[in-house]
């Protein structure tokens, strides 16, 4: 960043010298950082003893002090009962509360009250940052003003989500002048002046600052004397301590799994717990135990080692033992060669696997992921690949060892500056994970775990650095059963969906709960969505089966633009491929009908949900293609959204390993896959990418579905029943852009 702006600065810095600092109260100065003061968390919780309002009128009270113009909903209250009821018999309660029911301020007042009365943590834990982020910002503010007394509450995140501060001041005093790195310091110096979390989602980082970033984020590593001079101002540390005086403690999914199925003593200390978006709770614990193994991310972390000449880390630490008398030149050779050595695996191993998994695609040429038995056991190159995977384990488990051996033998040296522990605490990090990847490697090619399914993925049009391995538990319902609910005292479990056919039994057996004194409770939507919704089923799209993706992808692709025009945009597609939505994305951005529209598409214009709906929600005109992810979670009320496309019913792929696995499974067991597994996770999907449309009372808009199986086969009817009772009409695309037109001006609303 050498240019004007460094004289400028100069000039600052020489006329803040000639005067004396002035420090503001809320800022506190440390090692020469400048921080926001953290909050004092020395109060306990709130000690009188509140009874639940259990009559009607009571409830109703305390919602008009949020709500002046409220509009009541005996369902909401109700739901109160129902959790407060939970909570006070010590069960086990799935509550499905329909959109716009008002189900956060449903869990989150009995919880309250519960809480204070028994002087007892409640942990609420979500799927979605966006929902977190609404449970934080906005209904906690809702909930106090309600409340007749006072509440404390905190947020606590996987520890990687806070920033290190003994790391970042190591950092600022290492010379650095890239630019990203120099921005991103800036860029937090500033930032730190403000925050009270330390949590990289209040940053808005570029790709550079996000690499930069992975320097920062709180570890587990060693302890040194420059870590413990940060300890009392550690974020994560706070979070925790925060958590131990909270009466409501708001975290994800993802962290709540790994808590809970962690080793060690967990860092939540709580068994009376809320699950909203209890739907995707399975996904988190699955992928919490399952684990994964891509070239991209390991290359990453030895080129961060680097050879001697590229004076990174394995240069550092070789110059560390050599100032401490622990080193001799022929050693740092031996390194490098090390080094070098693992490399070379790690070329031949994943070339191989590409290798492999090309030929595979030539007999095949849609498919791209397979499990590995079947891999290994049909493949001619499949002993050899075995080969060179016990190689490159034995590779990683020695790259291991060495760099361990040499922190532990250096880290109690009186000798060492804080720097070079701020290296060697970066080099374990580096060793556990290699030591994790050894064992990853040798159970998924030579010590395969029943019950875990292991599969590769790729990409056909790349080379070896986009081959993927995977491994998740097959089901994770009794591990969950046994490992996490049967361990608690109450859970909630609510979602906008979690019956199938007006049945829970297909999310209970998802979950293992196997409990008989599961209580139940479902509520439907308030919303009148017959006044609010028209539904079209286009009649003339092609069979997606019967014509190529390219023939398919043109005829969604004429749907999509004649009614994104009728809308004016804030149109919405739900794709169940990425495949698809590449092909239709190019179509549309190819083609002229749509070139005053702002096309965004996920993983194509951004891979990050959240940006990808901000920029649809600032910008008139847009047009938002998504997969997975988009079907669920989101959160778009008023005009932004006024037209939601599903592409196809969203099924998963038959040749999907994890489905396949399944339904194998159930095979096995004398089970209906369709029936048991597919249908039912299909209707789930379905009934979750319905309820983006409709989110206030205000909102109206059009439901077009593409796929005529949801007409033309038996099972289509189920799809129609698991959503509220709308008008169908079944459509042509001539007329698609006058009838939309037509409903959104003149419909009734």
Not at 140 to 150: E, G, I, S, T
Not at 591 to 619: P, V
């Amino acid at each position: 960043l050498k240019s004007e702006l460094s004289e400028l600065i100069a000039l600052i810095l020489e006329e803040r010298s000639t005067v004396n600092p002035v420090h503001h109260p809320y800022l506190l100065i440390h090692k020469g950082i400048a921080i926001k003061k953290p909050e004092d968390f020395s109060n306990k919780m709130n000690s009188s003893i509140p009874s639940f309002p259990k009559k009607e009128e009571e409830k109703i009270r305390l919602l008009e002090k949020a709500f002046p113009s409220l509009e009541i909903r005996k369902d909401q209250l109700t739901m109160m009962d129902a959790v407060h009821d939970a909570f006070e018999d010590s069960k086990t309660a799935l509550i499905e509360a329909g959109t716009g029911l008002g189900k956060t301020l449903g869990y989150l007042v009995p919880a309250a009250f519960y809480s204070v009365r028994h002087q007892e943590s409640i942990i609420i834990s979500t799927f979605t940052i966006e929902l977190q982020n609404q449970l934080i910002h906005q209904e906690l503010a809702h909930l106090k003003k309600m409340l007749p007394f006072p509440i404390q509450t905190a947020v606590v995140k996987g520890r990687s989500n806070y920033i290190s501060l003994a790391k970042f001041d190591r950092v600022l005093r290492i010379r650095d002048d890239h630019y990203d790195s120099a921005l991103t310091k800036m860029q937090i110096l500033i930032w730190l002046l403000q925050t009270d979390t330390g949590d990289r989602d209040e940053l808005n980082l570029t790709s550079g600052g996000e690499l930069f970033w992975e320097r920062l984020q709180n570890t587990k590593s060693m302890t040194s004397s420059h870590q413990t001079a940060w300890q009392h101002l550690d974020y994560f540390e706070r979070a925790k301590k925060s958590a131990s005086h909270a009466n409501l403690i708001i975290t994800n999914h993802a962290y709540l799994m790994t808590d809970y199925f962690s080793n060690g003593k967990q860092e939540m200390d709580s068994s009376v717990i809320i699950i909203d978006e209890a739907h995707q709770l399975e996904n988190a614990a699955l992928k919490h135990l399952g684990g994964a193994l891509d070239y991209i991310t390991i290359k990453m972390m030895l080129n961060k080692l680097g050879f001697h000449e590229q004076k990174q880390l394995l240069f550092k630490l070789d110059k560390i033992r050599m100032e401490s008398g622990c080193g001799a030149y022929y050693e740092s050779r031996q390194n490098n060669l090390l080094l070098q050595e693992t490399i070379y695996e790690l070329e031949q191993f994943f070339q191989m696997l590409s290798s492999v998994c090309q030929e595979v695609s030539k007999g095949n040429p849609s498919n791209n992921t397979l499990t590995l038995p079947t891999l290994l056991s049909s493949h001619h190159h499949a002993r050899h690949l075995i080969m060179i995977a016990e190689r490159l384990s034995e590779q990683f488990r020695k790259l291991a060892f060495m760099l361990q051996t040499s922190v532990d033998e250096l880290v109690n040296k009186e000798s060492l500056g804080k720097t070079q522990l701020f290296y060697l605490g970066e080099i374990e990090s580096i060793a556990t994970y290699f030591s994790k990847c050894a064992g990853q490697l040798r159970e998924y090619f030579l010590m395969n775990k029943e019950e875990v399914l292991y599969w590769v993925e790729w990409n056909k049009n790349s080379p070896s650095q986009y081959v993927y391995l995977y491994s998740q538990p097959i089901e994770g319902g009794s591990e969950m059963w046994f490992r996490f609910f049967s361990q608690q005292q109450s859970v909630v479990l609510t979602s906008s969906t979690l019956t199938v056919k007006g049945s829970f039994q297909y999310f209970r057996n998802k979950l293992g709960l196997y409990d008989e004194q599961i209580t139940t409770y479902s509520f439907p939507s308030p919303f009148r969505y017959k006044e609010k919704v028209q539904m079209f089923i286009a009649s003339d799209v092609p069979e997606v089966n019967s014509v190529s993706q390219e023939e398919y992808a043109a005829s969604i692709s004429k749907y999509i633009e004649n009614a994104a025009i009728a809308c004016k945009g804030r149109m919405l597609v739900l794709f169940t491929s990425q495949e698809m939505l590449k092909t239709t994305h190019e179509l549309l951005k190819n083609g002229y009908a749509l070139e005053d529209y702002n096309i965004l598409s996920q993983g194509i214009s951004s891979n990050s949900k959240t940006r990808l709906i901000k920029h649809f929600q600032n910008f008139d005109k847009s047009i938002l293609l998504g997969t997975a992810s988009f079907w669920d979670g989101l959160d778009m009320p008023g005009e932004t959204l006024q037209c939601l496309m599903i592409v196809r019913l969203p099924f998963s792929s038959p040749a999907d390993p994890v489905t396949e696995a399944r339904c194998q499974r159930i095979k096995e067991k004398g089970g209906n896959p369709f029936s048991s597994y597919s249908l039912p996770e299909a209707i789930m999907r379905f009934r979750q990418g319905f309820g983006r449309l409709i989110r206030t009372n205000e909102d109206k808009g059009v439901f077009i579905v593409c796929d005529r199986r949801i007409t033309t086969t038996s099972y289509g009817k189920d799809f129609l029943k698991s959503i509220p009772e709308i008008n169908l009409t079944e459509i042509k695309l001539e007329s698609i852009g006058s009838e939309i037109e037509g409903w959104l001006n003149g419909g009734r609303g």
